[in-house]
């Protein structure tokens, strides 16, 4: 099957530091415990007793533990898909290529595995795959160690690869709470653009009692964790590997799939369409329709402008060319070139400062 990128082609460049519309809030659980026949399958909320039964371990299996995990927040997903590595994988990056050519509905990764190098193969996977994993881990030195002295965990590894989709979470019980699967579950089931992970409570998990310097060591390696803070548990504060977000690479990933499935059906629900000032702007009209969304959603600012200059400083931007000024090879391969766009992004706060006085005067 032919890929959509290899028809309407976008780049997105985020200046901040392929999934259908079904499949965009679908986690990939990845183990080793599956005893169904293909690659991967599909289940409900309403299905956990079949998958138990199709797993080695049964209720007592991390594939088992990490569905009850998502399913356990609200919102969730409708859907989860347990993907299985065999026994003649290489790495986790061999099942996953399996599991792609299988299926391509889903975004969202976690793995069982808690060893270093096989999230190391997720996170290369993922990298190279436009997906997005969370890593859940309660490896000492990740709390431990200091940014300088740490070099051996999956933080550190993350990090220092300068993965931007991929998370890691310190968390003491990774191995029986699976904190990685709740927050991929929960956020993936949210309208990009609409949410942040930052400072979330994630139902059935422990929070851990980390001392400043222990908060900070994790923190430092963009490493986030789950506290307790003014009598509730959150996360503090939803990195990837670079520092940034995991909403904004998820609302970055959004509006490229978006913009370019809503581009293909301009060709596809018309006879032709024609290159001609109309027919590029109707291409112009699709995605504007996508920025404008994603505007709505929350994701972008609202339109503003510089009132001296009146230079745009908010919301989103566009410019097509005339047919006129395509250069004549590019219309030859009857390819539209030099469309490009701009959005701001709305991000969130995280942190606030406030300072005042207290006076009698």
């Known amino acids: 099957m032919s890929e959509l990128n290899s028809i309407i082609n976008v780049t997105i460049s985020r200046l901040t530091s392929p999934i259908g519309q079904k499949g965009f809030g679908t986690v ?5 415990n599956a005893t169904f ?33 998502i399913f356990s927040q609200s919102p969730h997903g409708l859907l989860v898909m347990v993907g299985k590595k065999i026994q003649g994988d290489t790495d986790y990056e061999d099942a ?13 990764v ?32 990740i709390v431990d160690q200091t940014l300088a002295n740490d070099s051996t965990s999956i933080a550190y590894e993350i ?56 908060s900070k060591n994790a923190q430092d390696k963009y490493c986030s964790t ?35 499935e809503n581009n293909f059906l301009v060709l596809a629900n018309n006879i032709k369409m024609p290159f001609t000032d109309a027919g590029i702007t109707a291409h112009e009209n699709a995605t504007r329709q996508i920025l404008q969304i994603g505007m709505d959603n929350g994701g972008f600012t609202p339109m503003a402008y510089d009132r001296v200059t009146g230079a745009q400083t908010g919301g989103f ?13 590019d219309k030859a391969a009857r390819k539209l070139t030099g469309a490009r766009f701009k959005a701001w992004l709305a991000g969130a ?11 009698l005067e």
């Open 226 to 260: 789950y506290e307790e803070i003014a009598d509730r548990n959150v996360l503090l504060f939803g990195w990837v590997g670079t520092g940034e977000y995991i909403d904004i690479i998820v609302l970055a990933d959004w509006t490229k799939q978006r913009i370019a």
């Open 28 to 32: 990939c659980i990845l183990g080793t």
């Open 37 to 69: 026949s293909p690659r991967a399958k599909f289940y409900s909320s309403t299905e956990m007793a079949t998958l138990a039964a199709e797993l080695t371990g049964t209720t007592g299996a991390a594939e088992y533990k990490m569905a009850q995990a």
């Open 317 to 329: 931007s566009t410019t097509f060319p005339k047919a006129s000024e395509v250069p004549i090879l």
């Open 110 to 141: 976690v793995c069982t595995s808690r060893l270093v190098a096989d999230q190391k193969s997720v996170a290369k996977w993922v990298q190279a795959n436009e997906r997005i994993a969370v890593f859940s881990s309660d490896e000492a030195n």
């Open 159 to 214: 990090k220092h690869a300068a993965y931007d989709r991929s998370a890691v979470v310190y968390h003491s019980l990774a191995d029986t709470e699976f904190l990685d699967a709740a927050i991929l579950g929960w956020c993936l089931s949210l309208t990009p653009g609409s949410y942040t992970v930052a400072h979330k409570t994630f139902s059935g998990i422990t929070v851990d009692d980390l001392n400043a310097t222990q």
């Open 96 to 108: 996953l290529d399996a599991i792609l050519l299988y299926t391509s509905d889903f975004y969202g």
């Open 349 to 359: 706060i995280h942190t606030v400062a406030i300072e005042g006085v207290i006076t």
